[in-house]
């Protein structure tokens, strides 16, 4: 199985600055995600990011919010811009891992916890 | 378009008892079925998952699930819990059609709580 790691593991951040959050995975992946979950609630997909080509946002994420980068198979970064404390959540990479047999698996990383003061 | 139902958002229980979480979902086309568990501070984990074959899956730490199509169910199950499978639960599907990858839609979560 995929391992994932995320950096940083949580952050305290002020209102109007950026955080860019790492994903890097231990194998060469196709997919990776990026979630959101608010406090005490479930997880929403922001985007989908494949190598080589644009992230696709969900609704109610735009790329000058979120901007994502994945430069290759084993890497990928989510940038939260711009903080407002209702961006306090915790963020999470996951990847589906189609190379050993396991497709349609998701793994997720640790997660990154946010706070926006 | 698809949704998650998690009909609930905690449930308390005792050590040894049996639990069943539910899990109801909407889809206009065939899905996937999964279970993942949170443990506090950590990410997610998966415990079983439904494919294709055999409507009984089961899983990790002695969970199953039982998929139920005419009733969009898929409600995990355990005879026996035990004080460390406090932990979040979510439910989640994935869109058999969907060419973009095994994106994934969460139910609520459920809290369960095991008690002494």
């Known amino acids: 199985s995929a391992v994932i790691s995320q950096k940083p593991s949580r952050d305290i951040c002020q209102r109007g600055t950026s955080l860019t959050i790492q994903c890097q995975v231990d194998?060469?992946?196709?997919?990776m995600f990026w979630y959101r979950q608010q406090p005490g609630q479930s997880l929403t997909l922001i985007a989908t990011?494949?190598?080589?080509?644009?992230?696709?946002?969900e609704s109610g994420f735009v790329i000058d919010k979120f901007p994502i980068s994945r430069p290759n198979l084993t890497f990928s970064t989510l940038t939260v811009s711009n903080m407002s404390p209702e961006d306090s959540s915790i963020y999470l990479c996951?990847?589906?891992?189609?190379?050993?047999?396991?497709?349609?698996?998701?793994?997720f990383g640790p997660g990154t916890r946010l706070t926006v003061l | 378009a698809q949704s998650v139902t998690q009909l609930d958002s905690q449930v308390p229980v005792f050590e040894e008892a049996p639990v069943e979480l539910r899990c109801n979902y909407s889809?206009?086309?065939?899905?996937?079925l999964f279970w993942y568990v949170q443990y506090p501070n950590q990410g997610l984990q998966l415990l079983l998952k439904y494919l294709s074959g055999s409507t009984l899956v089961k899983g990790i730490n002695g969970f199953e699930a039982e998929f139920n199509k005419s009733q969009t169910s898929f409600h995990l199950r355990k005879p026996s819990v035990h004080i460390s499978d406090t932990a979040e639960y979510f439910c989640?599907?994935?869109?058999?059609?969907?060419?973009?990858?095994?994106?994934?839609?969460f139910g609520g979560g459920t809290r369960l709580m095991v008690k002494p």
């Open positions: 989640a599907v994935s869109d058999l059609n969907n060419n973009a990858g095994n994106m994934l839609t």
């Open positions: 996951s990847v589906e891992d189609g190379t050993s047999g396991r497709y349609n698996e998701q793994f």
């Open positions: 990011a494949n190598q080589g080509s644009e992230a696709t946002y």
């Open positions: 194998s060469q992946v196709t997919m």
């Open positions: 889809s206009s086309v065939s899905v996937y």
